[in-house]
């Protein structure tokens, strides 16, 4: 369930060593960063909007102290989706599913499958069988958030720690997002593209491993631009539905974002791969009138 997580916010990641304290350079008016303070017209108080990584080793996590700080600023919380609800979560997983009772293994050559299997055996100690009926985005996540590429077990979410944090302060905790909205994101990616993902990660895991180490060094740089611009540079070519993933829910989020904030002061997660870019939240944020002032950890 945390891999699912992981992949709805395109941020899935390995363990670096270095951790936070190696990017802590460049605090001074930075241009771009991970935590933005939100002020402007019909905002009585500031508002926080925080770009997180779903998964990741607790040692690595920014200042929590600093993070509480600002969320105590605040009246509310608002994250993609309520994942401490059961059914939301079980919904989302069944829809997970590949369809018509298939697995992977009818969609693939018996040599593809065997790569596959033996990738699944290397990383994570199983064979693949046991996750054969899940559609390879879903799948694949699991390879990318194990023990052996993480680091660490088990990992955290920034999620999780946000909304404890938030229900011991008796703040409103609500979704940007229906499980509905969460299930059409994973549907709008063709099978065929899904495979052809997970064949090429079989074919060369070592490689794809690196691209994600690169994913969690430029995340914690504390740049959502840089962030936006490589997972947009690793979308094109896969097949996948970079434009439906980001830029149309970074859209469809503006108004539910703009109704809360003028209610109430929001801290307001997401995934960070949404912040940057000319699509990016941010971006459509500045455009509506509202200043977002980048804060470094």
């Given at each position: 369930?945390?891999?699912?997580?992981?992949?709805?916010?395109?941020?899935?990641?390995?363990?670096?060593?270095?951790?936070?304290?190696?990017?802590?350079?460049?605090?001074?008016?930075?241009?771009?960063?991970?935590?933005?303070?939100?002020?402007?017209?019909?905002?009585?108080?500031?508002?926080?909007?925080?770009?997180?990584?779903?998964?990741?080793?607790?040692?690595?996590?920014?200042?929590?102290?600093?993070?509480?700080?600002?969320?105590?600023?605040?009246?509310?919380?608002?994250?993609?989706?309520?994942?401490?609800?059961?059914a939301t979560m079980q919904k989302i997983l069944m829809a997970s599913m590949m369809s018509d009772g298939k697995t992977v293994r009818d969609h693939v050559t018996t040599e593809e499958y065997a790569k596959i299997d033996s990738l699944f055996k290397e990383y994570l100690g199983v064979s693949f069988d046991a996750f054969g009926r899940l559609k390879p985005l879903i799948s694949s996540t699991y390879i990318f958030t194990s023990p052996k590429i993480l680091g660490c077990q088990p990992p955290v979410m920034y999620e999780t720690y946000l909304?404890?944090?938030?229900?011991?302060?008796?703040?409103?905790?609500?979704?940007?997002?229906?499980?509905?909205?969460?299930?059409?994101?994973?549907?709008?990616?063709?099978?065929?593209?899904?495979?052809?993902?997970?064949?090429?990660?079989?074919?060369?895991?070592?490689?794809?491993?690196?691209?994600?180490?690169?994913?969690?060094e430029v995340y914690l740089s504390q740049d959502s631009d840089a962030l936006y611009a490589y997972t947009e540079k690793e979308f094109k070519g896969s097949g996948l539905a970079a434009d439906k993933m980001l830029d149309a829910r970074n859209q469809r989020w503006i108004p539910l974002i703009e109704k809360n904030i003028a209610a109430k002061p929001t801290f307001i997660g997401v995934g960070a791969a949404h912040l940057g870019g000319k699509k990016g939240v941010v971006s459509l944020l500045r455009a509506k009138g509202y200043k977002l002032k980048p804060i470094r950890f």
């Open positions: 369930m945390k891999a699912l997580t992981t992949l709805l916010s395109l941020l899935l990641f390995a363990h670096l060593s270095g951790g936070p304290a190696a990017a802590q350079a460049a605090k001074a008016e930075p241009a771009s960063a991970l935590l933005y303070e939100i002020t402007g017209p019909g905002l009585k108080k500031p508002s926080y909007l925080f770009g997180t990584i779903h998964l990741i080793c607790e040692k690595d996590m920014f200042s929590s102290e600093r993070m509480l700080g600002y969320l105590d600023k605040t009246e509310q919380l608002m994250l993609e989706m309520d994942i401490a609800d059961p909304r404890q944090a938030a229900s011991e302060r008796k703040l409103k905790i609500f979704s940007l997002e229906t499980p509905d909205e969460q299930i059409a994101i994973i549907d709008a990616n063709p099978l065929e593209a899904q495979l052809d993902e997970m064949k090429k990660t079989a074919q060369e895991p070592r490689a794809r491993i690196g691209v994600f180490r690169k994913l969690f």
